[in-house]
């Protein structure tokens, strides 16, 4: 009778977790799909009719939406990308420097702990033209946050700022599980350090990247606080959570912006989903042992 | 580590160290030159402040709405802390110590928690909370942290459980130590700086959060400092709002920076342990 007993015990124990995960993501994602079959605006609640898909269709028809999506790309893929070269810059300056480790290692985790709004102000107040210092450098004078292409630059360097530490951090732990004497066997025969680092070091650390690249894209398409500081989604510069937030919470419409909501969701997955795909065998089944 | 290198690479570690630090830290710097800059020197474009002034500071916290919503946040990024340890820790024991059907679901299934997107409930849980009275309530904000930082505390915990010295517990069993006995006594204080680590991160993530405080306060009742910052506007409509935002942001700041570095070495362990080794 032990197994039953442990069954039993296992279930008790996780059952307080479950439920709190589920309350607040299941449930809601669920209302959200019925809400978003219904033309239901809170300034009119009374007016609540079913209208099946209709507001999927005003989405997938209307510009705003498109132009949306293209702006969580334009933020997403540089962000991501040029996070993945510095943070394996930096992962592998704190792997392997002989001084200032420790003072490196405690400095990336700044931008760690500061506050997205707090970093966002920081870097706007830095850009604006009147408080800024990046005037002070010559070519670089112009109203940084008044003209689109600018200001996503600006929004990209603030992500950049400010997450490289964490996906430096994903990959140090990678570069960690890079067996010693297999480095020591390449270098004996004679590899450079580039062949070094592109034979033996990334195809052994190919599960720590996709694992850094999944966390950090799934987290940029959800970008919201940099862009609500910095331009409030002005210049076309709007990703798609903005777009969902302001149809829910400033206009009020439920219905609409439920439709919002779930394309959102359906995205993220559909991501997450495309890199976990990639993964394959990257990801043994034992990680979730 | 190796012995030292030489001169030439000695210099190169030493300068790449200062590229590091000086990336880290100039935002930070120039923001806390902003906020001690007196309101003349503002636009002087100097990084060290030619005269020092502490007004801003001062006119922060004669602010009433800053007080509040840092006590707001306070509260909520530890309730919420202390809650996602509990349920956590009972959960991530569990994964760890006990074979059960389900266990798997109970991590990949957190892991799709962690990767959702905040915006796809907010609507669901502002129609919820006005309804239920939560609207604009330290539960309405502790709720959703909760719920969106257990994924993240199971998979740290997990990580550091599975390291624990598990034959300790089995001998104070043997002993006659009862199951929980054996925890408190034996276990929790080796897993101690595991649950810290943790500990810091959900606090991070509460302390954090905009798009929640945003969409589920409306008052100094609930609103916390992420959300108040958004629409902070000065002492008086006259003042320019720029220092003073840039004191208040120094004053979130500056606990959760202080935090990071004494738990430093912790957090890397979790960070990653809960990532990559899983």
Known sequence: MRMPREHRLGWLLSAPAVVAMAAVTAYPILAAVRLSLYRYDLRFPDARTFVGLRNYATILTSAIWWKSVAATLIITVPSVSVELVLGMGLAL???????????VRTAVLIP????????????????DPTTGFVQGLGVLD???????????????????????????????AGLALVPTDVMRAARVDGATVWQRFFRVTLPLMKPAILVALLFRTVDALRIFDTVFVQTRGALGTEPVSLVGYDTLLVSLNLGLGSAVAVLIFV???GAALVIVRGMGDALPEDRLR | MRARGSPFERLFWRATTLVVLVYVGLPLAWIVSLSLKPASDLADGHLIPRHVTLDHYRAVFANPHFPAAMRNSLAIASLATVLALGLGMLAAYAVVRLRFPGRRYLLGGSLAV???????????????????????????????YLS??????????????????WDLERAARVDGATRMQALRRIILPLAAPGIAATAVLVFIFAWNDFMFALSLTSTDHARTVPAMLAFFTGASRFQQPTSSIAAASVVV?????ALVLVFNRPIVAGLTAGAVKG
């Open chain 1, 93 to 103: 300056v704190m792997h392997r420097a002989l001084i200032g480790r420790r003072t």
């Open chain 1, 112 to 127: 760690y702990g500061i506050v997205t709004v707090v970093a966002a102000l920081a870097w706007r107040f830095a850009f």
């Open chain 1, 142 to 172: 112009r109203p940084w946050l008044s003209a689109r292409w600018s200001a996503f630059t600006v929004i990209i360097l603030t992500e950049i700022w400010k997450t490289t530490p964490f996906m430096a951090l994903l990959l140090l």
């Open chain 1, 267 to 269: 995205l993220v997955t």
């Open chain 2, 114 to 144: 962690a990767m959702f997107p905040p915006v796809a409930i907010v609507g669901p849980l502002f129609d919820l909370w006005r309804r239920a009275g939560l609207y604009d309530t330290w539960t309405g904000l502790v709720l959703p």
């Open chain 2, 148 to 165: 969106l930082t257990l994924p993240l505390a199971i998979w740290t915990l997990a990580a550091s459980f599975r390291d624990l010295p």
């Open chain 2, 253 to 257: 700041t500056v606990p959760v920076v």
